[in-house]
């Protein structure tokens, strides 16, 4: 099977723009989270979508949201970046029955 | 509140050297735990996995973990390190209650490996 697959792998936006970031798990999964890894906060937990519908999400502002398709791919959005959303988005896919998330290599955003 | 300690920001070990990596956690229940390791610049790669039953789990790449419930520990161990395995290395506890699949990674290790 295919591992999970992140695109784009690298990303470069200003201040105040917004960005659209894309996961696309591995096949037969349904659920997908996302992650943020920065030096300085280490790997925090973003949110989770399963069957299309939002199940849990971490303390991040409303300007980071997501969505899941009827195919389970996901995006996830940031509005108005700041500085500070430079970092390394991961996202992970996993079986419903399954509590192992797999990851994907990430997309690294670099906001000037 | 659930979370996972580190202490080893940064280990050095000599090449053939065995290696021992250390996870505390703080949880309600049993929980699920994992390692992964991150080269520069990827992904996390799934090293082991404890969910329940036996309390030495056997990983990919040699490495193995032991589940110590009185201890709260789930440390990595590797007999003979190959310079291959610098890397960083995070250990995790996770999903919650309702199988929300929601990690909580610990701050990592980062190994270096001389040779």
């Known amino acids: 099977k295919a591992g999970v697959t992140q695109t784009p792998r690298y990303l470069i936006k200003t201040r105040g723009q917004q960005v659209t970031l894309s996961c696309s798990p591995i096949?037969?999964?349904?659920?997908v989270s996302w992650y943020q890894q920065t030096p300085g906060q280490g790997l925090q937990f973003l949110f989770e979508y399963f069957s299309e519908t939002q199940r849990n999400k971490g303390n991040f502002p409303g300007r980071f949201s997501g969505r899941q398709f009827s195919n389970s791919r996901s995006e996830m959005n940031v509005s108005t970046l700041e500085l500070g959303d430079s970092a390394l988005y991961l996202c992970?896919?996993?079986?419903?029955?399954?509590?192992?998330?797999?990851f994907g290599p990430g997309t690294r955003l670099l906001v000037l | 509140a659930q979370s996972v300690t580190q202490p080893d920001i940064h280990i050095t070990v000599s090449e053939g050297a065995s290696l021992e990596l250390r996870c505390n956690y703080s949880y309600g229940a049993t929980p699920y735990l994992f390692w992964y390791v991150q080269s520069p610049g990827q992904g996390l790669q799934l090293l082991l996995k404890?969910?329940?039953?036996?309390?030495l789990v056997q990983g990919i790449k040699g490495f193995e973990a032991e589940f110590k419930r009185s201890q709260s520990s789930f440390n990595l161990r590797k007999p003979s390190v190959h310079w291959s395995d610098a890397a960083e290395y995070f250990c995790a506890v996770g999903p919650f209650s309702g199988g929300y699949n929601k990690l909580i990674f610990g701050a990592g290790t980062r190994l270096a490996v001389h040779p």
């Open positions: 404890y969910f329940s039953g036996d309390t």
């Open positions: 992970a896919s996993s079986n419903r029955g399954e509590e192992t998330q797999y």
């Open positions: 096949s037969g999964h349904r659920s």
